[in-house]
C-alpha cells in the first residue's frame, strides 16, 4: 500500500454548483459528497451508506444523477453539480416539497434530499425520456424511516396534478 | 467511509491509459463510471497506488450495428441502452436487461464494459454477452487483441486482461427474433441467479436458440443441453412443460445445487416467456 503525503496530493480542479464556479484544492481521493459538504458547507447532500446503496447523496452532474459519494470531486472537474440548495424556489421542487409535506412522505428527513433531487430529474426532459416514475424513483433510494407510501404518493400528485388517485394514507 | 490514498492519472487517450497502468505494475485501476469500484475503493476492499481515470475519452460510447453484430463500445452507459426502440433490432434483451440496472443514477454513470471487466457472473451484460456470443477487444502496452467471451470471463469476477490492458469493445453476436434477460433478486437470497435466451422462429418453430445462465459458482455460461432441448419446439409452447427436464440438465457446475438449478429453470422458463411476449424484431429487410 502506498504511502501518500496528502499534503501534496492535491489537484486543482472547478466544479460549477448550483451555477457558481467554485475553485478548489482536493485530494483524488475525496468524493464528491465530501467536497460539497466540507468545502462548500452545502451540506444538504447527506452521508447515508457511503457506499453507493442508500441514494442520499445524490446531486445532478451534467444533467445526470449522481451518487456523490462514489464520485470522486476530481471527476467533477469542469462539470456542472446541482444540489437540493441549487433548486430551491423551482416551481417542480416547491410541488414536491408541499407534497411530501402533505404526504407524510418524511418523518427524520435524512433521505429526503436525495429522493428529491432524484425525482426532480424524473419529472425533467431527460428523466421522461427514461420513462422515470414514481415508483421508480421511490424503489431507487433507502428511507430508514419507510416512507416509501408517502413518498410514491407525493411524486404521484406532482406527476399527474389532478389524476393522483389520491387514497388516504394506509389503506391500499 | 473513505478510501486509502492514491494518486489519480485523468488518461488521455487510451495509449496514455494503458501507458499508465504498465508503469503502475498491477498496482492501478481504471475507474470509469465508478459504480462499482467506487463503493470497492470506499470500503477499501480496493486499494489501488494509482487511479487511472477513462471516462473522459473521446470515441469509446457506441452502439454499431454491422451485418450479424453489434458493437457496443466500452464507454456506453448502460442508460443508452435502457430503451428497445434505441436499439438495432435483434437485440430486445439489452434493453429488458438495462431498465434493471440498479437505479437511475448507477445506470446514468456505469458502464457496459466496466461491468464486462469486473465479470460479476450474474451481471446483466456479461450473461447477455454469452447469450450472444460475444467477443471483446481489449488494448495494452503491446497493442489489441481480441478474445472470445468464454476466453475473457474465466471465473466469478475473473477475467484474461492483462495488468496493462483495457477493455475497448464488445462485440454481441448475431441477432435474434426473440430475446430477453432475468435475474432473480439479489436481496434476501443466498444465491443469486440470472438467465439470457435469445432465439429465432422459423416455421413457428424454435430456431438457433441461445440460453446462458449465470450463478456464483463461476463465470456465466451457455447451457448447449437445455438449447437442444428448446430447439425445435413450437415458439408459442411455453418451456414450462419442461421445466423439470431442464432443471435436471443443470449440472453441478452451472448451478451448485438443486435448488438453484431449480430456481435457474425457472428463471429460464420466465425468461423465454418474457422474450416471446415482447415480440418479433424483425432484421431489415426481412418479411414481416
Redesign the interface.
Known sequence: ????D?LT?R?SIVLRVNGRDEHLEV???E?LA?ALRERLDLTGTHLGC????C?AC?VIVDG????A????A??ADGRDVRTVEGVQGEPQVQALQEAFSRNHALQCGFCTPGFLM?AR??LGEE?AA???TPE??A???LCRCGCYQGIRQAMREVWEPGDSGAQPAGER | MKPAPFDYILAGDVTHAVTALDDAAGNAKLIAGGQSLGPMLNLRVARPDVLVDISRLSGLSYLRSETGSLRIGGLTRHAELERRADLPPGYAALATAAAGIGTPAIRAQGTFGGSIAYANPVAEWCVLAVAFGATVTVVGTAGARRLGIDEFLLGAFTTALGSDEMLVEVTLGEPAHYSSFLKTSTSGLATTVAAGVAFDVEDGLVARPRVSVGTPAGPPRRVPDVERLLAGRAAGASPREVRGEIAALLDSSVAPGPRVARVAAELMVRTFDHAFRAGKAFRPGEAR
Open positions: 500500500m502506498k504511502q501518500t496528502e496530493s489537484m485530494s483524488p481521493r468524493t465530501d457511503e457506499h453507493g446503496v441514494g445524490t445526470l444523477p449522481a451518487r459519494c462514489i464520485m470522486y476530481v471527476q432524484l430529474w424524473g428523466g427514461r420513462c422515470a421508480a424513483v424503489a431507487s433510494n
